[in-house]
């Protein structure tokens, strides 16, 4: 056998291979993994915090925000007075450490959940509908009615009453709420409403007419948030 170097191992034609190995790839997936692992820490130290600080949140949301729209809402005077003092009782009770924050958690939940600030919004609709009687049914007034009995048995929530009104809500950039309702009130948009309450309480199994003076007396919404503030404590979160 001739001990000359094949032709196609000399050929200038044939390219020349070299190994670069694995390249940059294992660091990069290696850093990718930390950040990984970095994040779920950084995500999980983040909720051990918030979880143990809920009832100084609890507190900052009541006084900086809850309290003061409320403050700025349609509320009847007298039923604002005792919803406020209710929530200040509150807070300053969380302030004393008087509650732990299973229970500030539970309330605020709660509170969450009730039409506090729409409230008042509701029974401006509904002095318009008796004051036009000539453009609703007899029973549309009850509509309204039937909605509050449905947060009162805690079958309505904010976000059922915020559908409701949305054909008479507008955003307000000028309003601490950020909304108000269309001022004047328009006939075709309210009787809207009144589907809407109609179809809301339906579902919530409210009866569609007053059965007897007693089971029909109209909620005040201080007694309720002040039912949800005792449930919160005794139970906490729903």
């Given at each position: 056998?001739?001990?000359e ?18 390249g940059?790839?294992?660091?990069f ?6 950040l ?5 820490i ?17 507190i ?10 409320l ?6 005077p ?144 201080s ?16």
């Amino acid at each position: 056998m001739s001990d000359e170097p094949s032709a196609a191992a000399n050929s200038p034609g044939t390219a020349k291979r070299t190994d670069d190995g694995a390249g940059c790839m294992p660091g990069f997936l290696a850093a990718m993994a930390l950040l990984g692992i970095a994040g779920f820490i950084c995500c999980g130290v983040s909720t051990w915090w918030l979880y143990t600080k809920r009832s100084e949140l609890a507190i900052r949301t009541l006084r900086q925000t809850y309290i003061p729209e409320l403050e700025q809402s349609r509320l009847a005077p007298e039923d604002k007075k005792q919803t406020v003092e209710l929530l200040n009782q509150f807070a300053d009770d969380l302030e004393r450490g008087k509650y732990e924050d299973w229970q500030a958690a539970g309330v605020m939940q709660r509170l969450i959940r009730l039409p506090v600030l729409q409230w008042g919004e509701l029974t401006a609709i509904e002095r318009f509908i008796e004051s036009h009687p000539e453009d609703f049914q007899p029973d549309d007034a009850f509509q309204i009615t039937r909605v509050r009995l449905g947060v009162q048995s805690d079958k309505v929530t904010t976000i059922d009453v915020e559908d409701i009104l949305s054909p008479v809500v507008q955003t307000d950039a000028s309003s601490q709420l950020n909304r108000s309702l269309v001022e004047p009130l328009d006939v075709t948009a309210v009787q809207d409403v009144v589907v809407r309450c109609r179809l809301v309480a339906d579902r919530s199994d409210v009866p569609m007419e007053p059965q007897s003076d007693a089971a029909f007396t109209e909620p005040a919404i201080s007694e309720i948030v002040k039912r949800q503030i005792k449930a919160g404590i005794d139970s906490g979160s729903l």
